[in-house]
Nanobody
Framework: QVQLVESGGGLVQPGGSLRLSCAAS????????IGWFRQVPGKEREGLSF??????????NYADSVKGRFTISRDKAKKMVYLQMTNLKPEDTATYYC???????????????????WGQGTQVTVSW
């Protein structure tokens, strides 16, 4: 019954912005770490950001490749997690996924093996 559905991807010019959304169902969003990942065909999935699964602790973390440009946030009432992406670069082109951790109230990390539920992905293309 756990489901995650990403949306908000599309084509954007370098330097532009997009906000990705992750609609969650089947669990309480604040109880689990939720991460954002991306993948280019033929390459390994890259962890980008997570927001803590420890109750009302909204601590976040970011990969060096996106730190200062991307911001993760959560809306418990709407059961949504967002990834605000700014100053996008061509190398940000990828399929973006949100994922929920296996373990309830685990703090979080960028290690994909710690996440057990994944959305279908949304494509982001950064190009002129």
């Amino acid at each position: 019954q756990v489901q995650l559905v990403e949306s908000g991807g599309g084509l954007v010019q370098p330097g532009g912005s997009l906000r990705l959304s992750c609609a969650a169902s089947g669990f309480t969003v604040d109880d689990y770490a939720i991460g954002w990942f991306r993948q280019v065909p033929g390459k390994e999935r890259e962890g980008l950001s997570f927001i803590s699964g420890r109750g009302r602790d909204d601590s976040t973390n970011y990969a060096d490749s996106v730190k200062g440009r991307f911001t993760i946030s959560r809306d418990k009432a709407k059961k949504m997690v967002y990834l605000q992406m700014t100053n996008l670069k061509p190398e940000d082109t990828a399929t973006y996924y949100c994922a929920r951790a296996w373990a309830r109230h685990w703090y979080g990390s960028l290690a994909e093996e710690r996440y057990g539920y994944w959305g279908q992905g949304t494509q982001v293309t950064v190009s002129w």
